[in-house]
């Protein structure tokens, strides 16, 4: 007679075996990280000190977060400029693959995410998440006129159509988020100066801003002549996002607190005009950007201290970066009025395809998971998020989603042997494209892609402007660990790697895809 189940020895196999088949089943909720992203605008690799030891600004929150987690010293936006960004950070998807050139102001639209497109806050959503979105949405959205057709145009005329009385179509409440409380576009340099909660704008805007009691200085000279809602105050947006951040974590931990979170706090800081909310005001040495910065390194200081007042900090992953690489007007004021330079130490602005328009701060923070004071040279960029976000859920990408983002949290356990990234790509507001494999990096285009480096006067880029060593190159090739400032191309004198490089990135716009298959 055979021996029964519980009469006999089990094989140490059989135990791996069962294990390995209840481990999904003991899963719950509990089990999954909370998620806080921060996103700031336009902020610099040398804006935070503690990727700048010569900054003139303290970021003593920032400083704080890579003593206590892990910076990434060779992380990239996957655009230069806003919108694109925003949209592969939260689809995992290069933007260039739309076609889409430039950004949304106003009520342009349509939003560029489509309905069927699988979203960071959707799949999150789907294993369990509440999701939240606070800050500007600048993805594109829709409004509709007293007629309710849809209006898909910048400008005052095209504000001036909306009914306010219908709801806004394709915006972060239709792409997964479950709350959302924040603004269209740029909140203090747009067509249209309101909040949106939800899907509706509650207070419409009655007026043209009046400028004339604004801050008036060399970063005060980017508002538009948009229309205002009464209780819009341009100076203060980023307190209110930051206000609606805190009261969601506050809500969550005492309605939800078995239920995970993600949280997307989208700043205005330190996106031109540079407005620091009058408590800001002054408490740098480096003006009013400096202020600004100052401010936006308070946010990110606030809502830490709300995780760990509310004690989920320890299984929250905390993630600050910045949308694209410094403005043109700060950098060159800032480098001449306070020997501050925010693009440090690297070529080029925001618009550039060099690195100083694509390489950005990147800090991560997840005490189970992240070891403190690490840092990560390992090459990464935004898109990155979503697919590593699913791996520490246990979500399984579809074929036709996350199609350029990679898992990086074998980076962020310090498990990884070699570079999880074979290449990473890069595109401008021009939609002029690049590629970085390791050292080498080519860029499909002549000059930076994006800003006139042929402008002269206060704002002019001309001074910046380094003589071509290879004069009748159509493109450009850098080897970053021999000349990281990228000023010497190298088209002619490498072809073999130029043509390999070229070739791949072709074959990576062809495919649809630079992420492999799951």
Known sequence: ??????NRKITLPEIFTFFSLCLPLLGNDEDKPNILLILA???GYGDVQCYNPDSKIPTPHCNRLAKEGMLFTDAHSP???CTPTRYSILTGRMAFRLNYKGVFTGVGGPCLITPDRLTLPGMLREKGYETAMFGKWHVGITAFDK???PIHQNGLEAVKRIDYSRPLHGGPIDHGFDHFFGTVSCPTTDWLYAYVDDDRIPVPPTQIIDRSPLPNHPYSRDNRPGMIAPDFDVEEVDMVFLEKSLEFLDKHKKQKPETPFFLFHSLQAVHLPSFPGRDFKGKTDAGPHGDFIFQFDHVVGALLAKLEKLKIADNTLVIV???NGPEVPTVINMRKTHNHDGARPWRGVKRDNWEGGHRVPFLVRWPEMVKPGSVSDQIICQTDIMATC???VGYDLPVNSAEDSFDISSVLSGN????VRPYVLHQTISLALGIREGDWKYLDHMGSGGSNYNRDGEWGLKQYALPEKAPG??????????DPGEKNNLYFQNPDRRKALKAKLEELQKNGRSAPYK
Not at 416 to 419: G, I, R, V, Y
């Open 1 to 6: 007679m055979k021996a029964g189940l519980f």
């Open 41 to 43: 605008d336009d902020l």
């Open 79 to 81: 655009s230069t400029v």
């Open 147 to 149: 007629d309710g057709k």
């Open 321 to 323: 970066t910045s949308d």
């Open 390 to 392: 699913a791996s520490l």
């Open 416 to 419: 990884a042997k070699e570079p």
């Open 473 to 482: 190159a159509s493109g450009q090739l850098y080897n970053l660990k021999t």
